[in-house]
């Protein structure tokens, strides 16, 4: 199933997010005062309300921290079948409320790990949305 892929509204605080998501990059703000990574994009840091924010590229990984299934969506979704929300907690700090695609909804659990991929909304934008990765595993003496 395809989730639907609706064109964002973009913000003067947003647009360098949005370009770099054609591109097939994760960008979020870090702050130069407190060194905290924010997200979503703003023009102050939520701890130290300094506007020296500066753009860089998150690993594109991150752990479930909570996610539910809807089974009727409303909207674009609406035709979209069962699907999943979730609060992925990025290897960076933030959490970004997303999709998690490209797998079995039921068989999404809190603390897995996933990685970002986009969705094209044929608008000149890409959706970030997680998959389920499978990390490797180092097996002493192998």
Request: proline share 8%; charged share 20%.
């Amino acid at each position: 199933m395809t989730l639907p892929a609706p064109v964002p509204d973009i913000t003067p605080e947003t647009e360098t997010f949005w370009k770099a998501t054609a591109t097939g990059r994760l960008l979020i703000q870090r702050c130069a005062e407190c060194e905290r990574c924010v997200w979503y994009p703003r023009f102050l840091c939520p701890a130290c309300h300094s506007t020296d924010l500066l753009w860089t590229e998150a690993s594109g990984r991150g752990t479930v921290h909570s996610a539910t299934v809807t089974s009727r969506g409303i909207l674009d979704y609406k035709d979209a079948g069962s699907y999943v929300l979730a609060l992925v907690e990025l290897d960076e700090g933030p959490k970004m409320l997303t999709n998690v695609v490209e797998c079995d909804p039921a068989e999404v659990f809190i603390g897995q790990r996933v990685e970002v991929v986009f969705h094209d909304t044929g608008a000149g934008v890409a959706l970030p949305r997680f998959r389920p990765v499978t990390e490797a595993v180092a097996i002493p003496g192998a």
